[in-house]
Nanobody, 123 residues
Framework: QVQLAESGGGLVQAGASLRLSCAAD???????AGWFRQAPGKEREALAS???????YYSGSVKGRFTISRDNVKNAVYLQMNDLRPDDTGIYFC??????????????????WGQGTPVTVSS
């Protein structure tokens, strides 16, 4: 059991960067983790996931622009987002699960969700 809390969202111009943080209580150690995005009127989609040893997986839409990382001492997961586009607008959710899978997550892999942080990218 783990509680997740996202922070770092905001309103930025296209081309800007943001770093999202996900704080895990009591720990993120021995959990896999990921980031999802839900755009208005669309399904929640996986952007990135990371397993216990730090191996990352990315969707094609963010590969090369976003980087997922984890810090098992600080009990945190991060999403560094560079070169943001208007299509990146949405609510960003942190997620966790006890089981490693060696691929990008889908929604059915998730056991725990954060409440989300909004990101708006203007043109």
């Amino acid at each position: 059991q783990v509680q997740l809390a996202e922070s770092g969202g905001g309103l930025v111009q296209a081309g800007a960067s943001l770093r999202l943080s996900c704080a895990a209580d009591p720990t993120i150690r021995n959990y896999a983790a990921g980031w999802f995005r839900q755009a208005p009127g669309k399904e929640r989609e996986a952007l990135a996931s990371i397993i216990w040893d730090g191996t990352p997986y990315y969707s094609g839409s963010v590969k090369g622009r976003f980087t997922i990382s984890r810090d098992n001492v600080k009990n945190a997961v991060y999403l560094q987002m560079n070169d943001l586009r208007p299509d990146d607008t949405g609510i960003y959710f942190c997620a966790a699960a006890r089981t490693n899978v060696f691929r990008l997550w889908s929604r059915r892999d998730v056991e725990y969700w954060g409440q989300g942080t909004p990101v708006t990218v203007s043109s």
